[in-house]
């Protein structure tokens, strides 16, 4: 049909035929290049002019000092019967309480309670909370910048082997991290951090693993703890696949691990995180809602899709402002 509209246009008139192909062209032509202003989805371009399309919005972020860090030491071995190691490497003298077979609403009253009133920055308090709906304790004290490992375990006359069949309604350990000097409690906005582990047992053999990590602040809220994907060659335990079906407040704010974004102002130089696409500039831009951290201040400003996953990027944020 239009073939043959073609071949009659040619021999009513060659040159309009040629004016009317060129005219095509030409607005075939302007659509795929953008001329007329509508988005063509599936070419990019790379102009300074089309950067302001492309740009993402930047997450408002606070940074907060996090005066607490904890990690397991002994995710292969770590066990109900035999006990798990914890690392501890805080900023001031803190107190650890671990809470055993603790019960999971219970906790989660108490994180609810901390939000209305009544502030958990004691082992006192959060006991106070917790209504005694625990099996055992045990607390430590734990002196700052002095990087401790304690070993956690249920005494053997208790004789727990096992913490029931799933699913359960108690979580097998809580530990509880608060600051031990009262002014310190001033200082920092976090005042304790309420770490959920799961401890393999004999019904439940999933090995070893940080379930939960709420930080809670001294003005009532509590985050969510949040992991941050880099490179391989940064810290291994980053690489660990996020924890899924969260429910805590609608409104979560990423709360960066500050302790990691502090190195990385100090000595940018010396990391080797390098931008996962210039591989030149030291990576600084966390991309949500993925988490990824593998761009640079300059190529930041062309992804409107994570060059990691693919997901497409809501909002970003950088982890240090200084360059900005
Ligand atoms: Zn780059
Ligand atoms: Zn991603």
Redesign the pocket.
């Known amino acids: 049909m239009a073939a043959a509209f073609l071949v009659a246009l040619y021999e009513y008139s060659p040159l309009f035929y040629i004016s009317v192909v060129f005219v095509c062209f030409l607005v075939t032509s302007g659509l795929v290049m953008g001329w007329f202003g509508w988005d063509v989805p599936v070419i990019l371009r790379n102009s300074e002019e089309t950067e302001s399309n492309v740009k993402v919005s930047q997450k408002q972020m606070r940074q907060v000092k996090n005066p607490f860090s904890l990690e397991i030491k002994n995710l292969t071995t770590a066990s109900a019967t035999s006990g798990i190691t914890l690392g501890l490497d805080c900023l001031e003298d803190c107190h650890l309480t671990c809470y055993w077979d603790c019960s999971v609403q219970r906790l989660h009253e108490a994180l609810q309670a901390h939000a209305r009133c009544l502030r958990l920055k004691t082992p006192q308090a959060f006991e106070d909370a917790l209504c005694n709906e625990y099996l055992y304790r045990q607390q430590y004290h734990i002196k700052k910048t002095e990087k401790e490992e304690k070993h956690c375990q249920l005494p053997e006359e208790a004789q727990i082997t096992d913490f029931g069949p799933v699913p359960r309604s108690r979580y097998p350990l809580v530990a509880l991290l608060t600051l031990a000097d009262e002014d310190n409690r001033e200082i920092y906005d976090i005042i304790a951090m309420v770490s959920i582990i799961h401890v393999p047992d004999n019904s439940y053999r999933l090995s070893c693993r940080m379930l939960y990590q709420y930080l809670l602040l001294a003005q009532g809220q509590f985050h969510d703890l949040k992991q941050l994907f880099m490179s391989a060659n940064s810290n291994a335990s980053s690489l660990n696949s996020p924890p899924s079906g969260r429910t805590i407040e609608d409104d979560r704010v990423l709360l960066e691990d500050v302790r990691l974004a502090g190195d990385e102002l100090e000595t940018p130089e010396e990391s080797s995180k390098d931008c996962v696409v210039c591989q030149n500039r030291p990576v600084n831009w966390v991309?949500l809602p993925?988490r990824?951290t593998c761009l640079c201040d300059e190529c930041v400003k062309y992804f409107q899709q994570?060059p990691?996953?693919r997901?497409f990027v809501g909002e970003s944020f950088p982890l240090s402002s200084q360059t900005q």
């Open positions: 991309l993925c990824h994570c990691m996953c997901q």
